[in-house]
């Protein structure tokens, strides 16, 4: 009886990896399941994403971040080295799609349009708040941060640190969890291009 179990047991185990393994090649690698995380034999593994760069790897940087997966995917010589969880922006400030640079890198970027008002003492007093609005009295304004920005357009939007849910969330930024935002931004020179689609 014993042996019969066993014998089930692992038709069962087999059974369910040829299935995943099925449902990986049909969805062209397995991007929708991460295959990554669990096939990948990586150096720095991450709950919110992975980074395996092999030592000497050159060539091209290129991120991809995909807002309909919420991903991104880091590229060196068009070899794949990372992926990141992220949070784009949200409905009424959706993150702009094309092709994009680098422009410029800031380790501890404070946000000039998002951030929250607070007191002398440095109670908030607004949570949530957007330059232009009213501040109320004895207020001031203090930008949002955007720990490892890295600048991608001319019109404010950055990829930093930031809270991630794997859902838009942003003003339009791509934020990535606090490891792999100091991971891409140590690794990612000023010039690197980065495809939002």
């Known amino acids: 009886m014993m042996r019969y179990f066993y014998l089930t047991l692992t038709a069962m185990l087999m059974t369910a990896c040829t299935a995943q393994n099925k449902i990986t090649s049909t969805l062209g690698g397995g991007y929708m399941f991460r295959p990554e995380k669990l096939f990948t034999p990586v150096r720095e593994a991450v709950s919110d994403g992975y980074w395996d760069k092999p030592n000497g790897l050159s060539g091209e940087h290129v991120i991809v971040v995909d807002t309909r997966l919420q ?22 400030h959706g993150t702009p799609q094309g092709t994009f640079s680098v422009i410029a890198k800031d380790i501890d970027h404070v946000s ?32 949002a941060e955007m720990n490892f920005g890295m600048q991608i357009t001319r019109g404010g939007i ?33 010039g690197s291009k980065v495809i939002i689609k």
């Open 158 to 190: 950055w990829m930093h640190e930031g809270i991630v849910t794997s859902a838009p969330e942003s003003h339009g930024c791509i934020r990535l969890p606090r490891k792999m935002a100091k991971i891409f931004f140590e690794n990612t020179p000023v």
């Open 112 to 143: 000039s349009s998002y951030g929250s008002i607070v007191d002398s003492a440095g109670n908030t007093l607004v949570e949530s708040y957007s330059v232009g609005d009213p501040i109320p009295a004895g207020g001031h304004y203090k930008g």
């Open 71 to 92: 991903q991104a995917k880091y590229y060196i010589g068009g070899r794949q080295v990372g992926l990141s969880d992220i949070s784009s922006g949200r409905a009424g």
